[in-house]
């Protein structure tokens, strides 16, 4: 069948946008892994769909894939391209929308300087809600057997805070992102067993208290241009730590987002642009 698709991208994190509220496809972990293919398919970083609600108070179902075909619980960057997507597409005229995502519910409102402001939900630092193994609660944790260098037996160990937006991050501050070898750490860290459902691996440089870049190791995609929930989850744990203020612009490779939280017992939002890239139709 021809299916009807958008590409966007959120700072860089790019995406394939599907409307199956008025086209029904039927998606497998196959389809979307060969669609998420930069050679052969399409290319995306993740895969979104909006469907019809089942909950009453939600104007869309907000699906995530991964580009390996694994569904995701949330992503931030995401959220306000899907907003802009359902807006340009004329299916709904609200300029304010909640989504339903498979963990809850988040709204989107669409700015005058055409940027989106989503309500993330506040940070969980409760490991049982994110999810984290853990016989305790902790500051900061660490975990040992890193193998820091190839031609060495020895392994270091790698400090981070764990916490959910909606979806399992480990947040680690480093003195320069710059300076990391994310292709090792990351997949190390997200396919740990602390972490049942895996986690998006973020390495933060705290430049000032508005101010931290970002780099992202996303669970099920590899490091990515940019990541809303992981900057959102970067600020949460600065702040959690008394590190930066409460509203901090992120700068990541593809782009620089702002994040506002007031602390616990507050909602943390992200702003931030969404640009379409082009409209298409391919055979599946």
């Not at 630092?125 to 820091?148: A, C, M, N, V, W």
């Not at 593809?254 to 007031?262: D, E, H």
Request: hydrophobic residues 35%.
């Amino acid at each position: 069948m021809l299916v009807h698709f958008t590409k966007m991208h959120g700072t860089g994190n790019d995406f394939l946008v599907l409307d199956l509220v008025s086209q029904s496809v039927q998606l497998t972990p196959e389809i979307i892994s060969a669609l998420a293919d930069r050679h052969t398919g399409i290319g995306f970083d993740q895969l979104l769909a909006a469907e019809p609600p089942t909950n009453p108070e939600a104007d869309f179902f907000y699906r995530i894939y991964n580009a390996d075909g694994s569904e995701a619980e949330q992503c931030g960057n995401g959220a306000r391209c899907l907003a802009k997507f359902v807006y340009d597409k004329q299916l709904t005229p609200k300029r304010k929308l909640t989504f339903q995502c498979i963990n809850g519910l988040i709204s989107a409102e669409l700015l005058p300087d055409n940027k989106f402001k989503i309500n993330m939900g506040e940070p969980n630092f409760s490991p049982g809600k994110i999810p984290f193994r853990t016989p305790t609660q902790e500051d900061i944790y660490r975990l040992g057997g890193y193998p820091h260098d190839d031609h060495a037996k020895a392994a270091t160990d790698i400090e981070f805070l764990p916490v959910s937006m909606g979806n399992p991050h480990a947040v680690i501050e480093v003195e320069s992102v710059s300076d990391i070898p994310i292709e090792k750490i990351g997949p190390w860290l997200s396919t740990h067993p602390v972490f049942p459902d895996g986690a998006n691996v973020s390495f933060m440089e705290i430049e000032n208290p508005a101010r931290l870049q970002l780099r992202v190791y996303e669970r099920g995609a590899g490091e990515t241009q940019a990541c809303g929930t992981g900057a959102c989850a970067a600020v949460a744990v600065a702040q959690h730590r008394q590190l930066v203020s409460s509203t901090v612009d992120v700068a990541m490779p593809g782009g620089q987002i702002t994040v506002q939280w007031q602390g616990p017992n507050h909602d943390l939002f992200q702003i931030g642009p969404a640009k379409k890239v082009y409209d298409g139709r391919i055979k599946i």
